[in-house]
């Protein structure tokens, strides 16, 4: 297969922060492993697998933004491995990498993306896994976590599911009518981490805050957070889903929020007491970023 380039589409305090252990973003990723898994349409999902060193903690199932795809994510896939987990990205079919993907127009590419989720989730061997993804994939990634989008015709729900135990949410989109909107968003039912940047804005929307839409919607008491950064946008100046930007890559708030994202990872998807003090006790305002809790 031929692999080619990439464009945006979305369907068309200190003492707290010293707390945070730090994960390089730039540090080398391992090469992934390439699998071949066969769907119940007959569609083969080709899916990146990163393995950690040593004894895997946990998996992360991984959906890329639109017209993106997997290997242009290890700038964050890395903190993750290096914590312990290891990571599923499946190349789907809206990506512009894909061979296929001119046959899965509208909704045909998220119901294709719906059977991709269902199929590479089924291989995880881990009782419960993490579901993330960034700006499309962040929206599938919710869904699997209790959000309630719209389903193509033919396609069965609930596309949540009870082995999704957390959601690392990297910009996902506002209201999308018919796909999503606040009601949507609102079955959420697991905790949460959704991430934006006050440059993060999409074209002809009034301002960056409706990637917030998830975390507002969602109900209070289930230790769903947001994290906005000064200055960022989309892709992190080009450090993730689109490399060929020119920049500059915006590393170290890329490494702010995959530091912040191994913490959710220790404490609420292994129970670490310490990890989820010290996310909690960074909730607020500080130079550079707000966090916030519901």
């Not at 997997?70 to 914590?83: D, I, N, Q, V």
């Amino acid at each position: 297969m031929t692999y080619g380039p990439t464009r945006r589409s979305l369907i068309g305090s200190a003492l707290a922060l010293g707390a945070l252990a730090r994960w390089p973003v730039a540090a080398s990723v391992p090469v992934a492993k390439v699998l071949d898994i066969a769907l119940p349409s007959g569609r083969i999902c080709r899916t990146w697998l990163y393995e950690p060193q040593g004894r895997a903690m946990g998996s992360i199932f991984f959906g890329h933004g639109a017209a993106s795809a997997p290997w242009k994510y290890e700038a964050l896939f890395g903190p993750w491995m290096r914590a312990g987990y290891r990571v599923l990205a499946p190349l789907h079919v809206d990506s512009t990498d894909h061979p296929d993907r001119a046959s899965f127009a509208g909704l045909a590419g998220w119901a294709a993306r719906i059977e991709d989720m269902r199929g590479v989730t089924a291989t995880i061997a881990h009782r419960h896994y993490v579901a993330a993804g960034h700006s499309y994939g962040a929206m599938a990634a919710l869904a699997l976590g209790g959000a309630k989008p719209l389903l193509p015709e033919g396609v069965a729900g609930p596309v949540a599911d009870p082995r999704a135990s957390m959601v690392l949410a990297f910009s996902p989109p506002g209201a999308m009518p018919p796909l999503i909107d606040a009601a949507g968003y609102a079955g959420l039912a697991v905790p949460a981490l959704i991430q934006t940047g006050t440059a993060d804005i999409p074209p002809g929307a009034p301002g960056w805050e409706g990637h917030l839409l998830a975390y507002e919607a969602a109900a209070t008491g289930g230790d769903r957070f947001a994290l906005v950064l000064d200055g960022v946008d989309h892709y992190f100046g080009g450090a993730i889903c689109r490399p060929e930007l020119p920049g500059p890559k915006q590393l170290s708030q890329l490494d702010r929020a995959a530091s912040l994202s191994v913490q959710m990872l220790k404490g609420w998807g292994q129970g670490s007491a310490a990890a989820r003090k010290s996310v909690i006790a960074s909730v607020g305002t500080r130079p550079g970023e707000r966090l916030m809790r519901r």
